[in-house]
């Protein structure tokens, strides 16, 4: 069975950093890996997508990166602001989403 | 863009109310649509897909006769919570696929909803 796991599950920050966010799963047989956020109490916003056949897909300040060999994705988000504070989850799909526990984001002013 | 309505966002009720939660695509149909449960401070776990037209397939541990689903149509499944009770309280959140994506494209998720049994 496929298991995500995220480090660290909490990082806090003061405004301004970079900072990268890890992502590792067992199973390397899946069709994409998708980085979500997640705000207290709220659904999932999607931030980035990457297929199986990407290694890295980039949004305005962020930019992910995918070793499908390694099992492991990084989330890079640079510049951070207060407003990025949230939990992110990242969930690699294969036959269905399995999603990691979370890294919950604190950006301090 | 897709979006994915889930209602309502918030329930509160008694123990042994059965509480109904609505999950709709707006601008695609959905043959499958996906529930998820999430417990504080936890990920998301998958408890059942559901399937236009046809039975739900539960995940291992997820009672079906206490999680009913139903899909009967192409923008609509709904979740059913049967005589709930606090260790119920949770929560759900619903994605939808479109059906003119494959299946390597990416789901819509909806807002969730936090069920509180008293």
């Known amino acids: 069975k496929q298991e995500v796991t995220q480090i660290p599950a909490a990082l806090s920050v003061p405004e301004g950093e970079n900072l990268v966010l890890n992502c590792s799963f067992t199973?390397?047989?899946?069709?994409?890996l998708q980085w979500f956020r997640q705000d207290p109490g709220k659904g999932l916003t999607s931030l980035l997508l990457?297929?199986?056949?990407?290694r890295e897909q980039t949004s305005g300040r962020l930019n992910a990166s995918l070793d499908k060999s390694s099992g492991r994705s990084t989330l890079y988000i640079a510049a951070s602001q207060p407003g990025d504070s949230a939990t992110y989850l990242c969930?690699?799909?294969?036959?269905?989403?399995?999603f990691g526990t979370g890294t919950s984001l604190t950006v301090i002013p | 863009g897709a979006v994915v309505s889930q209602h309502p966002s918030r329930v509160i009720c008694k123990s042994g109310t059965s509480v109904k939660i609505e999950c709709r695509s707006l601008?695609?149909?959905?043959?499958?649509m996906f529930w998820y449960r999430q417990f504080p401070k936890q990920s998301l776990m998958l408890m059942a897909t559901s399937n236009e037209g046809s039975k739900a397939t539960y995940e291992q541990g997820v009672e079906k006769d206490k999680f009913l689903i139903n899909h009967a149509s192409l923008t609509l499944s709904t979740l059913t919570v049967t005589s709930a009770h606090p260790e119920d309280s949770s929560f759900y959140i619903c994605?939808?696929?479109?059906?003119?994506?494959?299946?390597?494209?990416?789901?819509?998720f909806g807002d969730g909803t936090r069920l509180s049994i008293l």
């Open positions: 969930a690699v799909y294969g036959n269905q989403f399995y």
């Open positions: 199973d390397s047989a899946i069709y994409n």
């Open positions: 994605s939808a696929r479109d059906r003119n994506r494959g299946s390597n494209q990416p789901q819509h």
């Open positions: 601008d695609f149909q959905a043959t499958t």
């Open positions: 990457i297929q199986s056949s990407q």
